[in-house]
T-cell receptor, first 115, second 110 residues
Framework: EAGVAQSPRYKIIEKRQSVAFWCNPISGHATLYWYQQILGQGPKLLIQFQNNGVVDDSQLPKDRFSAERLKGVDSTLKIQPAKLEDSAVYLC?????????????FGPGTRLTVL | DAKTTQPTSMDCAEGRAANLPCNHSTISGNEYVYWYRQIHSQGPQYIIH???NNETNEMASLIITEDRKSSTLILPHATLRDTAVYYC???????????FGAGTTVTVRA
């Protein structure tokens, strides 16, 4: 079974530039999550989708971050404009929706460096 | 709002069992215990989860105390590839967010 795919794996940009990350979840997983992991810390949830609807985006800095999940499969996370403090690994995860106890499966992440 | 307490780090010998403790004294009746690990430069990897009964899969065993206030993840025969940060997370059924703490940095030594 193919895992969660993310691209690119690495990205270096200058502050105030824009960047986009792509995620393809495990086939059949209705729920998709984006997490931000700053160096030395655990991942922090940014946004959760169920199918193509947003369930929770309370931790998403909406003045600069946006995310979409068209057709309920792939998702993109965008930052515009980027700040130095956005340097982090951006992780995508997906899960089934059955009993509410299903584990989340993570992709390899995209490491963003903002100069 | 950390719900779990784990040691910062631990070492174990290759080939021996690694026992990783986690305290979750405020766990409520419908909350499960999940374990993930994160190997350097990779995304977190799901290991196992349980409610109150002990659980075992191909990766590890999870032992939850009868009062559910603590648990232990057991890696039966640690290898160098098990070196990682291990996260113990408490999550309610139907809750979606995984709240990661600092985890335990486990180093397996030859």
């Amino acid at each position: 079974e193919a895992g969660v795919a993310q691209s690119p794996r690495y990205k270096i940009i200058e502050k105030r530039q824009s960047v986009a990350f792509w995620c393809n979840p495990i086939s059949g997983h209705a729920t998709l999550y984006w997490y931000q992991q700053i160096l030395g810390q655990g991942p922090k949830l940014l946004i959760q989708f169920q199918n193509n609807g947003v369930v929770d985006d309370s931790q998403l800095p909406k003045d600069r971050f946006s995310a979409e999940r068209l057709k309920g499969v792939d998702s993109t996370l965008k930052i515009q404009p980027a700040k130095l403090e956005d340097s982090a690994v951006y992780l995508c995860a997906s899960s089934l929706v059955r009993t509410g106890t299903e584990p989340q499966y993570f992709g390899p992440g995209t490491r963003l460096t903002v100069l | 709002d950390a719900k779990t307490t784990q040691p910062t780090s631990m070492d174990c010998a290759e080939g021996r069992a690694a026992n990783l403790p986690c305290n979750h004294s405020t766990i409520s009746g419908n909350e499960y215990v999940y374990w993930y690990r994160q190997i350097h430069s990779q995304g977190p990897q799901y290991i196992i989860h349980g409610l109150k009964n002990n659980e075992t899969n191909e990766m590890a065993s999870l032992i939850i105390t009868e009062d559910r206030k603590s648990s232990t993840l057991i890696l039966p025969h640690a290898t160098l590839r098990d070196t990682a940060v291990y996260y113990c997370i408490v999550k309610g059924m139907g809750d979606y967010k995984l709240s990661f703490g600092a985890g335990t940095t486990v180093t397996v030594r030859a």
